[in-house]
């Protein structure tokens, strides 16, 4: 055979070998067999998750969007007030670096002694005309009647004495121990007692 044929054969044959190594790879991308994690590729990263609203770090807010005051921005202290009968004072101060609010719970949560009864309702008329908001190192008050009514030794016969109380900010939330200050226990009657809203100053809480 001629020298030229040859080669015309050749050339013919390799051509037919492209066309099906093409086509084999085209259908491998069709049906799933094509190039595997580990070939060589450009690689697309899927789109990024947005973080949600608790996954932010942020502390949770009030409704008037102002950061809602946590126990861990706070310090509470709580004592009998000198010569005022039947009643106590609750205080909390933000010592954190930055300010909160209390617009969404106005008034402390009150546990005394079995933490399934209800908290401490408010005195409604002690509700301030604006939302208290704490800036750091503020103080913010709360104005606690243990007794709405005497007995004979100048308590109510079912109040009993307490030592601590549990304070929550929120309905859901876990009460904070709050001791007392000083040595004596103060009478409580969980039935009676009131606390008053958070107010800004002292001299508010000393109305009731």
Known sequence: MPITAIATIRRAATAALLVTATLALTAGCHDGTGPK???SA???SPAPVPPSAHDDGKPPTGPDGQAACTPEMLKFQAGAMPRRAHRMLLTVTNFSDRPCTFAAQPYP???FGDDRRPPLPPIGSSKPPTKVHLPPNRTAYALIITST???PEGTHPRAGKISQFGV???ARATPTQVGLDGRAPVHVDPHTARVTYWQSTL???RKW
């Open 37 to 39: 994690a580990g070939d």
């Open 42 to 44: 450009t690689a697309v």
């Open 109 to 111: 949560l009150l546990h």
């Open 149 to 151: 009514a005497q007995g």
């Open 168 to 170: 929550a900010l929120s």
């Open 203 to 205: 001299a508010a809480t």
